[in-house]
């Protein structure tokens, strides 16, 4: 989790990413807390990876037995840590997706949403292994990105952002296809569904891949006993 997401877009500048998102994109991202949300079993200790200032922390919290949301971007946890100070089961820590700090089997749902498999910069195969590693045998492991339809729309939210200074200046001649460039560096790639189906095949595992309201793509995978945490 570096880059913008780390240094540049954090706490209200990330906040203001959501706020000024229009009607469509705001069905996505509830589309895909809410993805997530029926999965979690009342009681179940839930990981949310990239949590930014805890946007769908409180949401899962209320069905959840407790929910703690790892990033690397100091400003946004603080922030998220004032604006759910009665949420008492939601905790932050600062934290690489990477390299998470948590014993193996501790939380039964572990979610990665809104392309954290783009966003946070670390070799797919070693953040599901991580994943895979933290959750416990009967849980599950989430991961998500765009879909291929959603393109249009996820493209101009993304040149309003840049509108609005949050991110650099699209560049047109390197964006496409999945993938956004802008032209201070700023660069978000897209999982598509054979990068999904191959990392369970690296893994060996019998995961599924599933189109959500025609704006995510999701790869679910039930973690057993002898889900093996390396592929």
Known sequence: MTGY??????????????????????RYLKAESYFVLDRIRSGDRVL??????????????????????????????????????DVTNASFAA???GMLGFKADTFDITACIQNG???????????????????RPGGQVLLSSYAAGFWTERLSWFRS??????IGKIDAAATGNGVIVCKDGFRATTAKPEDFTDL????QLNGRVVEVDGSSLFCEVDIASDTPATG
Do not use: H, N
């Not at 783009?118 to 895979?132: C, G, R």
């Open 95 to 97: 934290m690489d997706a």
């Open 48 to 85: 949310d990876l990239g949590c930014g200032y805890g946007r769908v922390m409180s949401r899962w919290a209320e069905k959840a037995g407790g929910v703690v949301g790892i990033d690397t971007a100091v400003d946004s946890l603080l922030m998220g840590a004032d604006i759910l100070p």
């Open 161 to 166: 952002q840049a509108k609005f200074g949050l």
């Open 5 to 26: 997401y780390t240094r540049k877009l954090t706490a209200q500048r990330l906040k203001q990413v959501y706020d000024i998102a229009g009607p469509r994109v705001r």
């Open 117 to 135: 498999i783009s966003v946070f910069k670390v070799d797919p195969a070693i953040l599901l292994s991580e994943m895979i590693r933290v959750t």
């Open 200 to 203: 369970l095949a690296r893994f």
